[in-house]
């Protein structure tokens, strides 16, 4: 069973950084698209950063030049580096991709997330 797991969320000050990371754990895993996501309490969910199996990238509007989404393929991990963080990036944010175990059908999966809090 392939699991995705984030880990470097945290309580954060305004202007600070954080370095997230999506572990896709499992043997025979190759990773396609690849997704982070937030959701603040009370809103919906957003994109934040996409990247596809190629490298390109696309960010939400709100990034503003702030975020870097990035992978590495041989540890099948997804990463959000994450500068001058602000309030209103407070969320949950979670990691979602498209992958095939063993050359199989494509699946796309979700991490259960990781808490960001930027307050003073």
């Known amino acids: 069973q392939v699991q995705l797991v984030e880990s470097g969320g945290g309580l954060v000050q305004p202007g600070g950084s954080l370095r997230l990371a999506c572990v896709a754990s499992?043997?025979?895993?190759?990773?396609?698209?690849v997704n982070w996501y937030r959701q603040a309490p009370g809103k919906q969910r957003e994109l934040v950063a996409r990247?596809?199996?190629?490298?390109?990238?696309t960010y939400g509007d709100f990034v503003q030049g702030r975020f870097t989404i990035s992978r590495d393929n041989r540890k099948n991990t997804v990463y959000l580096q994450m500068n001058n963080l602000k309030p209103e990036d407070t969320a949950l944010y979670s990691c979602?991709?498209?992958?095939?175990?063993?050359?199989?059908?494509?699946?796309?999966?979700w991490g259960r997330g990781t808490q960001v809090t930027v307050s003073s």
């Open positions: 979602n991709v498209d992958y095939r175990r063993n050359g199989g059908v494509l699946v796309n999966d």
């Open positions: 499992g043997s025979g895993v190759s990773l396609y698209a």
């Open positions: 990247m596809s199996s190629g490298g390109s990238t």
